[in-house]
């Protein structure tokens, strides 16, 4: 008889508590779920056709000034966009000023780059192309080039009225950049409501993420990031957005929250790429960084045990896509030059 | 069969035909269901195959479109914008209509809601597809995962159709299924009870017939066994049973009559029917039996009773009278013998009795004395006394060496010792009787060798006319030159072997050598006129008798004149009838010399010498003997030749002694003479020697020795 109610009240117990676990995880669920749409602009509308073209111009090393380099040179799909090294060796032979920064889920970013220099997507595009270190080309080349190629002459000839153009040009990659998004991820099975998707672990690591770590500060929505520029004491000599609001001092220091979706795939981290490890990054962040006016509020000392922020990192893992893989386009073929 | 009767045949075929009617329309009846439920069941599967096919279909379309789009949106080929909704409003139409061709095929089983909820699906999907396949104009692309969960949601949507629609057609197959169970067991049952009706029925039927022919037979049994008496149960029924009962009734009263019959047979083959005692073989198979199951310590007897003067008093007072004598006799025989003795009439006036019990001197005599007691107490008939007497002969199956033939024969010769005796005495069988008997054997097989080694002579007896001085004939006397007891008259040996068929062999030896005899005289010129011979009564009634003695005389070269046949006066004088007559007449019609012997010695001599015509009589010793001195015997012979010589018969007087009886006779006329006094009987040879001398004594004198 006694044995009987034991069990009942032990059923009770864990009946009582998993309600109370209840109401957090749905509200977790609806912060972290992902929209069922992107938003493209009114005057860059999507058309698939336009996406191909942009696919194309991005694996096309004809866009550079040597012919070797095309954008995915440096956002390598693989790399979830990035690149192993640190800083990519550019066009001049020298790693460039920063981490080539992932290009998924910038659809609904305002700003571009690690310091946001430009406001939109078609804007970054050409930057990386004219740039004497990266593709050093110019767009009259890209765009003479492009012209010999009878291909991209009559698709650019039929999708825009006024051709094969810079602006064209830089719409259609744009384009194409807007359909990138990361790949369904664990953590996204268990935002639709599968419970064993993610491990214990993982789900302690959510709730120290959004709790005692204070990561959803920044990293916050679908995508983990609020787009926005925060300094989190990073030991540097880059002032970031603080180049571009030098009144801003809390500009200074400051660089764009990166998505973190894919983040265990795109190692090495921060904007020079010197933290190899997300251990790395979360000791950073669990020593509080470098004390300075600019550095935001919310990047303190934590005090996280190793086992804490092991659970982080197995949180982390959880948002790495199931699929990363992305396929290659047919490029047109080079015409022998007569 | 007439109307009023059943057949048995209804009885049997009826439940036959209702079982056989029973389990045929059961067997329909089931395989009907079973074909039924069968094809109702392929139908569903069929629906549930069809609408697997379908889903499948509808998956697969579903797939492809979504492969296509996926291919659209992977953005690694610039496809025209045509091209895409061309392909995509195909692919979209062939989507549609699998999904319409599965709702129609499920549309009994799933519940619309599911149905709106597939179309809905797939709609919200289409529309999705479209813009993010640039079809639609929008600001807000569906990213791929989107479609995908949207895609996910209509296959499983269909999977949910699916199962939906296989759960009613299972549901369907399994009310199918369920139904026919019960169906089945209700065949089932429904057979089950009839075939144990209809079986009840028919056993009852089968039962009701086997114990009628159990009945039937064991009442036949019965009647077998003799039981004439049995009621046939079920005679009164109106059908082949019936009709057998009847005929085994019918069997029986023929069967009990037969039987009776059969005993009546039987008892009247074993019994003789006026005394009501057991036959003669009766008697023979009793005796069988005794030998058979000899117990080498028990005794029997055997008592052979035959009345005295039987025959007088049957030919005084008829054969009723005589019936009469017969069953008063056996009365008093049943009436003296135990229990356990058997009497049996063996013959006209003989009964023979087979005794166990009495089976001691002391008991067979007190018995055989009551018998004879009994049976000369006089009977009345019709008013006259009649009266029997009774000899008896004893004889014991122990001293009979336990031969039931040697029994019968040792009581034979004492009932023989008995009436020699003097008659109405009974007398046990002696050895003196058995000891002869013996003898008697003994001398058959002498005689038997003895007429192989020819020791069968005939011997010649002269028979001489006194007053012509000359032998006139020979009388050829058979004798028998027995090795160790000498020459033996007939008298030893004659009965014997007539009683067991040597009779012939020794009348042919008669016959042979006299006639060889004379002949040879005839051939040394010795005047022998006839040689005569005996015959019996019993070899004169042998048919080839005088034939042979034909063949032997003409053979010889004699003829029939030369033979004399001697014949005592009861051959002629007896029954008319009797062969031996016609036969002695036919001899003297053939030329034969007819002599009567022992003249004077039967019944009524005299007057038979008319009747039959000889050629001459042979007056008996008793006459002649003392003739000289006996006055009466003279006055008869005188007669008697007298007679004779009137009659034109030859007289011969069989003289033995003395010359003055020769002398007698001689002046009584009469003048032949056979005897001792002239000459004994000799062999051939002798008797030759005899006549060669007497030829040259007479030529010398006339002196008749």
């Known amino acids: 008889m006694g044995h009987f109610f034991l069990q009942l009240i032990c059923v009770g117990t864990i009946a009582v508590f998993s309600q109370l676990g209840q109401p957090d995880d749905q509200k977790l669920r609806d912060e972290f779920r992902r929209p069922d749409v992107i938003s493209f602009p009114e005057d860059a509308p999507y058309f698939p056709q336009v996406a191909a073209l942009g696919k194309k111009l991005f694996f096309d090393p004809r866009l550079s000034g040597a012919q070797n380099m095309s954008c995915a040179s440096c956002h390598n799909p693989s790399f979830g966009w990035e690149t192993p090294a640190a800083r990519t060796i550019g066009a001049m032979n020298e790693p460039l000023d920063r981490h080539a920064p992932t290009i998924e889920n910038l659809a609904e970013a305002k700003r571009l780059h690690w310091d946001g220099k430009v406001g939109s997507l078609e804007e970054q595009a050409s930057q990386p192309i004219t740039h004497p270190k990266e593709m050093n080309n110019t767009i009259d080349d890209v765009v003479e080039r492009l012209l010999q190629l009878p291909e991209y002459k009559s698709w650019f000839e039929t999708l825009f009225d006024d051709g094969i153009s810079g602006g064209t040009i830089v719409r259609s990659i744009a384009t194409y950049e807007r359909t990138l998004r990361s790949g369904h991820a664990p953590f996204d099975d268990w935002i639709n409501g599968d419970d064993d998707a993610i491990s214990q672990q993982a789900r302690a690591g959510l709730d120290l993420f959004t709790g005692k770590a204070k990561c959803a500060a920044c990293h916050s929505g679908w995508a983990f990031t609020d787009y926005e520029f925060h300094d989190i004491g990073l030991d540097t000599d880059d002032i970031g957005r603080g180049k571009y609001e030098p009144d801003n001092a809390q500009a200074q220091f400051a660089f764009k929250t990166p998505t973190l979706r894919n983040v265990a795939i795109r190692a090495p981290y921060m904007h020079r790429g010197n933290i190899q490890s997300l251990r790395n990054v979360l000791r950073h962040y669990n020593e509080g960084g470098l004390s300075r006016p600019s550095k935001s509020e919310d990047v303190t000392e934590l005090e996280l045990t190793d086992s804490e922020m092991d659970a982080i990192i197995a949180f982390l893992e959880t948002l790495s896509a199931n699929n990363v893989h992305v396929t290659t386009p047919a490029l047109p073929p080079e015409v022998p030059k007569r | 069969m007439n109307g009023g009767s059943r057949s048995l045949r209804v009885s049997i075929f009826l439940p036959l035909a209702m079982l056989l009617i029973i389990g045929s329309s059961a067997m329909f009846w089931i395989s009907e269901t079973a074909r039924n439920s069968h094809e109702y069941a392929e139908i569903h599967q069929q629906q549930v195959t069809k609408a697997l096919e379908v889903v499948v279909s509808s998956k697969a379309s579903i797939a492809e479109i979504d492969r296509y789009v996926g291919e659209v949106t992977s953005f690694d080929r610039i496809i025209p914008q045509d091209e895409i909704s061309e392909t995509f409003t195909s692919l979209r139409r062939k989507v549609l209509a699998d999904l319409k061709e599965l709702t129609l095929h499920v549309e009994m089983g799933v519940d619309a809601e599911t149905l709106l909820e597939l179309e809905r699906s797939a709609i919200e999907w289409a529309d999705n597809a479209e813009i993010a396949l640039g079809l639609r104009p929008s600001s807000n692309i569906p990213t791929f995962e989107n479609l995908s969960v949207k895609k996910n949601r209509i296959q499983s949507t269909m999977s949910s159709v699916y199962a939906q629609a296989r759960i009613f057609e299972e549901r369907a197959m399994i009310e199918n299924r369920s139904r026919f169970r019960e169906h089945m067991t209700a065949a089932q049952i429904s057979l089950i009870v009839l075939l144990i009706v209809g079986g009840l029925i028919a056993f009852y039927r089968a039962n009701h017939l086997a114990s009628a022919l159990q009945r039937l037979s064991s009442d036949m049994t019965r009647i077998r066994n003799g039981q004439f008496n049995?009621?046939?149960?079920?005679?009164?029924?109106?059908?082949?049973?019936?009709?057998?009962?009847?005929?085994?009734?019918?069997?029986?009263?023929?069967?009990?009559?037969?039987?009776?019959?059969?005993?009546?047979?039987?008892?009247?083959?074993?019994?003789?029917?006026?005394?009501?005692?057991?036959?003669?073989?009766?008697?023979?198979?009793?005796?069988?039996?005794?030998?058979?199951?000899?117990?080498?310590?028990?005794?029997?007897?055997?008592?052979?009773?035959?009345?005295?003067?039987?025959?007088?008093?049957?030919?005084?007072?008829?054969?009723?009278?005589?019936?009469?004598?017969?069953?008063?006799?056996?009365?008093?025989?049943?009436?003296?013998?135990?229990?356990?003795?058997?009497?049996?009439?063996?013959?006209?006036?003989?009964?023979?009795?087979?005794?166990?019990?009495?089976?001691?001197?002391?008991?067979?005599?007190?018995?055989?004395?009551?018998?004879?007691?009994?049976?000369?107490?006089?009977?009345?008939?019709?008013?006259?006394?009649?009266?029997?007497?009774?000899?008896?002969?004893?004889?014991?199956?122990?001293?009979?060496?336990?031969?039931?033939?040697?029994?019968?024969?040792?009581?034979?010769?004492?009932?023989?010792?008995?009436?020699?005796?003097?008659?109405?005495?009974?007398?046990?069988?002696?050895?003196?009787?058995?000891?002869?008997?013996?003898?008697?054997?003994?001398?058959?097989?002498?005689?038997?060798?003895?007429?192989?080694?020819?020791?069968?002579?005939?011997?010649?007896?002269?028979?001489?006319?006194?007053?012509?001085?000359?032998?006139?004939?020979?009388?050829?006397?058979?004798?028998?030159?027995?090795?160790?007891?000498?020459?033996?008259?007939?008298?030893?040996?004659?009965?014997?072997?007539?009683?067991?068929?040597?009779?012939?062999?020794?009348?042919?030896?008669?016959?042979?050598?006299?006639?060889?005899?004379?002949?040879?005289?005839?051939?040394?010129?010795?005047?022998?006129?006839?040689?005569?011979?005996?015959?019996?009564?019993?070899?004169?009634?042998?048919?080839?008798?005088?034939?042979?003695?034909?063949?032997?005389?003409?053979?010889?070269?004699?003829?029939?004149?030369?033979?004399?046949?001697?014949?005592?006066?009861?051959?002629?004088?007896?029954?008319?009838?009797?062969?031996?007559?016609?036969?002695?007449?036919?001899?003297?019609?053939?030329?034969?010399?007819?002599?009567?012997?022992?003249?004077?010695?039967?019944?009524?001599?005299?007057?038979?010498?008319?009747?039959?015509?000889?050629?001459?009589?042979?007056?008996?010793?008793?006459?002649?003997?003392?003739?000289?001195?006996?006055?009466?015997?003279?006055?008869?012979?005188?007669?008697?030749?007298?007679?004779?010589?009137?009659?034109?018969?030859?007289?011969?007087?069989?003289?033995?002694?003395?010359?003055?009886?020769?002398?007698?006779?001689?002046?009584?006329?009469?003048?032949?003479?056979?005897?001792?006094?002239?000459?004994?009987?000799?062999?051939?040879?002798?008797?030759?020697?005899?006549?060669?001398?007497?030829?040259?004594?007479?030529?010398?004198?006339?002196?008749?020795?």
């Open chain 2, 230 to 705: 049995v009621q046939v149960e079920d005679a009164t029924r109106k059908d082949e049973i019936g009709e057998m009962a009847r005929n085994v009734a019918s069997f029986s009263r023929d069967l009990q009559e037969l039987t009776a019959t059969k005993e009546h047979v039987e008892y009247l083959a074993l019994h003789d029917p006026l005394t009501g005692l057991r036959n003669r073989r009766c008697m023979d198979r009793k005796l069988d039996e005794i030998h058979g199951t000899d117990n080498s310590d028990e005794e029997w007897i055997a008592m052979h009773i035959d009345l005295d003067r039987f025959k007088i008093a049957n030919d005084t007072h008829g054969h009723h009278a005589g019936d009469e004598i017969l069953r008063a006799v056996a009365q008093v025989l049943n009436q003296q013998v135990s229990p356990s003795d058997l009497i049996f009439r063996v013959g006209g006036d003989e009964f023979l009795v087979l005794s166990r019990e009495n089976a001691t001197q002391e008991k067979a005599t007190k018995l055989a004395a009551s018998i004879i007691r009994g049976a000369s107490t006089p009977i009345r008939y019709n008013g006259a006394k009649l009266q029997v007497n009774a000899s008896i002969g004893i004889a014991f199956y122990s001293q009979s060496e336990r031969d039931p033939e040697l029994l019968l024969s040792n009581a034979d010769l004492a009932l023989y010792d008995a009436k020699a005796a003097g008659r109405g005495l009974f007398k046990f069988s002696s050895k003196a009787q058995r000891i002869q008997r013996e003898r008697q054997r003994t001398t058959l097989e002498q005689l038997k060798r003895g007429l192989a080694k020819q020791e069968l002579l005939v011997h010649f007896q002269p028979q001489v006319d006194v007053s012509a001085k000359r032998v006139i004939g020979m009388e050829a006397l058979l004798r028998w030159d027995h090795p160790e007891r000498g020459t033996l008259a007939p008298i030893h040996f004659l009965d014997l072997a007539m009683d067991n068929g040597l009779g012939d062999e020794l009348t042919s030896i008669c016959i042979q050598q006299s006639i060889e005899a004379l002949k040879n005289w005839r051939d040394l010129a010795i005047d022998v006129p006839r040689v005569s011979l005996n015959f019996a009564a019993n070899q004169l009634r042998n048919p080839g008798l005088i034939d042979e003695l034909n063949q032997r005389v003409c053979d010889s070269g004699l003829s029939s004149r030369d033979i004399s046949i001697e014949i005592v006066e009861s051959v002629l004088f007896g029954d008319r009838e009797d062969l031996a007559i016609s036969q002695v007449k036919r001899l003297r019609d053939l030329g034969y010399k007819i002599e009567l012997d022992d003249f004077g010695t039967g019944h009524a001599s005299i007057s038979n010498l008319t009747r039959f015509k000889v050629d001459r009589i042979k007056l008996d010793r008793m006459f002649v003997s003392d003739i000289d001195s006996n006055k009466d015997k003279h006055t008869i012979v005188s007669a008697l030749t007298d007679l004779a010589g009137k009659l034109d018969i030859e007289c011969l007087a069989e003289c033995g002694e003395t010359p003055s009886e020769r002398d007698e006779l001689l002046s009584l006329g009469c003048t032949q003479f056979q005897g001792y006094l002239f000459s004994r009987p000799q062999s051939q040879p002798a008797i030759t020697l005899w006549l060669l001398h007497r030829n040259s004594i007479e030529v010398s004198s006339n002196q008749a020795v």
